[in-house]
């Protein structure tokens, strides 16, 4: 910066005096100079400021990372580790459900559709073999009714509703565990703050005076574990909510596909 004052100062002095001491290309020169040296100045400053940007990131995320560490250290290994396992298990079967009920949405209307076509063109076995090409709940239900269809309504209808019902079981299949781990995380956080409070309550009787060193460490503890359970029920909650719905909405497009089967089968049997 001293540099390109002293430039600066130069050029101003060989601008006055230009016309009696330097010929017109040696002030030009200068000129060219000045300019590369101030643009120098401004990307080495500019390239400063980037880095130093890029130091304040990392090391916020650094410090972040730590005191997560640093937090779930001072819970306790016990408690802390008891609700991290559940949040890790709850997490597992959320996936493996939210995978599971994924892959068994179908579209009913239109799997209705090629099986009342099938039924026209081909009979009840062409249409079992559409069932049977379809995957999901709807399709296994569809064919447990076709496959009754020679025999009365009532015998078809009755394993319609018995399949539908195996099916819904299928996909409620390892749900309640969530709701466990969800009932659970709080209750070993909130343990942890009994057990906390009781141990802030033993070094007072302890010492036989009331000190706030004393209590700090216990009363953190039972706040941290507390924190952490809160935290990992919440989380579990908002997949066992998306879960929930998103059995519902098979389930309601088992019980529509359902009906419309029935009533293919009755105008098939006229």
């Not at 390239?47 to 650094?62: G, M, N, Y």
């Not at 706040?223 to 998306?242: K, R």
Request: aromatic content about 8%; proline content about 2%; hydrophobic content about 45%.
């Amino acid at each position: 910066m001293k540099k390109l004052i002293c430039l600066i100062g130069m050029f101003s002095m060989l601008f006055i005096h230009s016309n009696y001491s330097f010929p017109q290309e040696e002030v030009d020169s200068l000129v060219q100079e000045v300019d590369s040296i101030a643009q120098s100045e401004v990307l080495e400053s500019s390239d400063d400021i980037v880095e130093e940007e890029q130091l304040v990131v990392e090391e916020e995320e650094l410090n972040f990372h730590q005191e997560l560490k640093k937090r779930f250290i001072e819970g306790g290994p016990g408690f802390m580790g008891i609700v991290l396992l559940c949040l890790i298990l709850g997490l597992a079967i959320a996936i493996e459900r939210i995978i599971y009920l994924n892959l068994s949405t179908s579209d009913s209307k239109k799997l209705t559709a090629d099986v009342e076509s099938a039924m026209k063109n081909g009979g009840v076995k062409a249409a079992k073999e559409v069932c049977r090409n379809t995957p999901g709940p709807v399709a296994s239900i569809f064919y447990q009714g076709l496959d009754r269809a020679n025999e009365s309504l009532e015998s078809a209808e009755k394993a319609i509703i018995s399949y539908g019902g195996v099916q819904m079981g299928q996909l409620e299949k390892n749900v309640s565990w969530i709701s466990l781990f969800i009932a659970l995380a709080p209750m070993l956080g909130f343990m942890g703050t009994v057990i906390g409070m009781i141990q802030a309550f033993d070094k007072i009787e302890a010492a036989g005076d009331m000190q706030p060193s004393l209590v700090a460490g216990g009363i953190k503890v039972a706040l941290l574990t507390t924190v952490f359970g809160l935290i990992v029920a919440i989380i579990l909650q908002i997949f066992y909510n998306y879960i929930i719905a998103k059995i519902d909405n098979i389930v309601n497009d088992m019980e529509d596909a359902s009906i419309s089967l029935m009533d293919i089968l009755v105008s098939n049997k006229k």
